[in-house]
């Protein structure tokens, strides 16, 4: 409300997702060693910080609705198109292994879906910024799911070549004498 009159729902939204990152960024630290705590730690404070200074840069130096609007948007979608961009890294393996294993579909569908939502959601009334960056994520989402569908039947095949190669193993007899066989 401060930046763009009536956006309730959007602040909203974004401070839910907020607690529910915050809360998973606790269970990180309480499971994980202390070499990745002071990393992760070093990040969420860089981007701590980030949101402060943009907060008071944005409330201080910009007087109307227009330019703040104007500046948390286009550092709105920037950001928003990163995160929707992050899995090309996994997309990047899915190609070279001919594999989906490491992209779960149920991910993939939620990746596609959820920008989806929020591209007819920025339509009515038209909001450019939520617009753009979650039609861009609706893409790249859409990229991820026909990824999934070209390697699927691929994957199956991996996964069940692993399965028999682990199935079979070395059994020693007497005498060292060893024997390869399958087990059930």
């Known amino acids: 409300p401060w930046v ?5 729902l959007l602040l909203t939204v974004n401070v839910t997702g907020g607690i529910i990152a915050l809360f998973f960024v606790i269970l990180f630290f309480i499971y994980s060693d202390r070499k990745k705590r002071l990393k992760v730690g070093l990040v969420v404070l860089l ?6 200074v943009l907060a008071l840069v944005v409330l201080t130096r910009l007087h109307s609705t227009r330019h703040r609007s104007l500046a948390v948007g286009i550092i709105g979608d920037v950001t928003i198109i990163m995160m929707y961009a ?15 294993e490491y992209m779960p579909f149920y991910l993939s569908l939620a990746s596609f879906a959820c920008p989806f939502a929020w591209t007819c959601y920025g339509l009515l009334p038209f909001d450019p910024f939520v617009c753009f960056s979650n ?16 390697y699927y039947k691929s994957t199956k095949t991996q996964m069940e070549a692993r399965q028999t190669a682990e199935g079979e193993s070395c059994v020693e007899l007497g005498g060292g004498q060893k024997r390869t066989s399958l087990q059930p």
């Open 135 to 150: 039609g861009t994520g609706t893409l790249l989402g859409l990229g991820q799911l026909i990824l999934y569908a070209i």
């Open 86 to 100: 992050s899995p090309f890294s996994v997309m990047k393996r899915v190609i070279s292994t001919k594999s989906v």
């Open 4 to 8: 763009h009159p009536n956006s309730t």
């Open 47 to 52: 981007e701590f910080i980030l949101a402060v």
